[in-house]
């Protein structure tokens, strides 16, 4: 996966309490409304990151209490002292929910009917993730003078970004380059050709990435077998080979 990124916002809205005869009044950064607040948050936000920080104030000097009032979209909350406002549940662009509303209400300890209020719209930003490729389950056997163009293996992978290209490739083992991936299709490279005598398994590499250079790896041990003149005969040359490709796979399942 790729480094979390946490969008923090911190957003100072003063609320005068209504006191004896003051009157309620709410002051806000330029280009927001007296009644209302839009915030942005990346959807990759760490539960109970903070999405703002609201302040209240009573010129009567009394405490203030924050709550969310009823009705308020479900998956945030606000710390009743600090009025620091959290995610609750993780956030995810692609489910379908790119907005929230919920209300802040400020309340004066001394006098519960003594409330200021405002409405916070939170708009959910699509970030890029990281695409999984599917392991390979097993080993692959080609026979000895196996020529270009033959595949090897089907690739895979998914992405949690709808849309999103992924382009695979071979990242490492690729001996003199004997490997290629066409699509989705591990093949032998054209004017290549598999051959034993020279070079009997390969454990590859296989990579997807995904428009935002994001990553993932996984391995595929290809061994290349030499087809017998008889049947019946097995040399100990052959069965080291075979024992070889096997141990290579299984280090490479259970790293």
Known sequence: MVDTKVSFFVITILFAI?????VVTFSAPTGISSDAVTLTVDEDLDVDGTVGTFTAAD???AGIEYTLAPGSDSGFDIDQASG???ITSALNYESGTTSYTVTVVATDDADSTDTA???VTINVQNVNESPTITPFDKAVFK??????GAVIATVAATDPDAGDTLTFSISGGNTGNMFTVDGTEVKVATGKKLDASTQNYYTLTVRV???GELMDDTGLVVG?????SSAISISANSLT???LILGAFIVRKTV
């Open 143 to 148: 026979a000895d003078k196996t020529g270009a």
């Open 241 to 243: 080979t075979f024992l």
């Open 84 to 86: 620091v406002l959290t």
């Open 18 to 22: 209504h006191h004896s005869d003051a």
């Open 224 to 228: 290349v077998f030499k087809c017998p």
């Open 209 to 211: 990435k995904d428009a």
């Open 117 to 119: 209020t405002v409405v």
């Open 59 to 61: 010129d009567a000097s």
